[in-house]
Every structure is written in C-alpha cells, then in structure tokens.
C-alpha cells in the first residue's frame, strides 16, 4: 500500500477549500482517507495553510511521500518560518 499526503477538496463551487490528507494512492482524490494533517484555503489573502507538523512527519517516516502540490505548500510554510 503506497501512502501519499495529498489535498481533498471540499467547499462550495467555485470557493474551495483543501484538507491535506494521508490517503492510499489508489483511493479516489475526496474518497477514503487515513489522517488529516493539515489544512489549505487558497480564498483568504493571504492563503490559509496549516500544517499539523508531528503528525505530518509521523507519516513520512512511516513512508508517506507528498504529492508534488503539498510539497511546494510545505516548502513555502518553512520558508515563513
């Protein structure tokens, strides 16, 4: 079972919102998850994102590989900080 940390979309159309979730690759992108590690609300200025970093870091090191989207999001969140 390969792991990804990948965004769910949810909110209405046109005003989405993301959960960053640990979900199987194989899952569809709103279906079954395992975890929500954070969250991501491009609608605010500035964007909205928060990471739940222990919980986030529990899962890489449990073999969890970030989509390309999450990984640039987790870049630029440690390039604030």
Same mark, same amino acid.
């Given at each position: 079972?390969?792991?990804?940390?990948? &965004? @769910?979309? &949810?909110?209405?159309?046109?005003?989405?919102?993301?959960?960053?979730?640990?979900?199987?690759?194989?899952?569809?992108?709103?279906?079954?998850? &395992?975890?929500?590690?954070?969250?991501?609300?491009?609608?605010?200025?500035?964007?909205?994102?928060?990471?739940?970093?222990? &919980?986030?870091?529990?899962?890489?090191?449990?073999?969890?590989?970030?989509?390309?989207?999450?990984?640039?999001?987790?870049? @630029?969140?440690?390039?604030?900080?």
């Amino acid at each position: 079972m390969a792991l990804k940390v990948r &965004l @769910a979309r &949810l909110g209405a159309k046109k005003k989405p919102y993301y959960r960053l979730v640990v979900a199987d690759s194989a899952a569809k992108r709103d279906g079954r998850f &395992l975890d929500i590690v954070g969250f991501y609300d491009p609608n605010k200025n500035p964007a909205y994102f928060e990471i739940k970093t222990e &919980l986030l870091d529990s899962w890489i090191a449990k073999g969890a590989k970030p989509s390309e989207t999450v990984a640039s999001l987790i870049k @630029a969140k440690k390039g604030q900080a």
